[in-house]
């Protein structure tokens, strides 16, 4: 099982950044998967990107794109998501998330962090 430690987020105005850290303890492979997710009031939690511990590949949601960055830290087993251009629609709760392979499911989640963005 991995343990998953967020910190970062915070309130931001439109246009500003943030940088969202998730430090992860216990068993990491290089074929695990790390992932942001984000939960605005009243929706379902949606994706926002995802990256491979070994490799670093990764992959965006389109609402993402050409603005945040996910990069990963492999000696610190910090995943970063670096959050630009930000607008009042990026508003929302952001998690953490692994999983073992592309097969499984996303089953350790970090505790979650606000972000806000003002208008």
């Known amino acids: 099982q991995v343990q998953l430690v967020q910190s970062g987020g915070g309130l931001v105005q439109a246009g500003g950044s943030l940088r969202l850290s998730c430090a992860a303890s216990?068993?990491?492979?290089?074929?695990?998967?790390m992932g942001w997710f984000r939960q605005a009031p009243g929706k379902e939690r949606e994706f926002v990107a995802r990256?491979?511990?070994?490799?670093?590949?990764?992959v965006y949601a389109d609402s993402a794109k050409g603005r945040f960055t996910i990069s990963r830290d492999n000696a610190k087993n910090t995943v970063y998501l670096q959050m630009d251009r930000l607008n009042p629609e990026d508003t929302a709760v952001y998690y953490c998330?692994?999983?073992?392979?592309?097969?499984?499911?996303?089953?350790?989640w970090g505790q979650g962090t606000q972000v806000t963005v003002s208008s």
């Open positions: 216990g068993r990491t492979f290089s074929s695990y998967w």
């Open positions: 990256i491979t511990w070994g490799s670093g590949s990764t």
């Open positions: 998330a692994c999983r073992s392979s592309a097969m499984s499911n996303w089953d350790s």
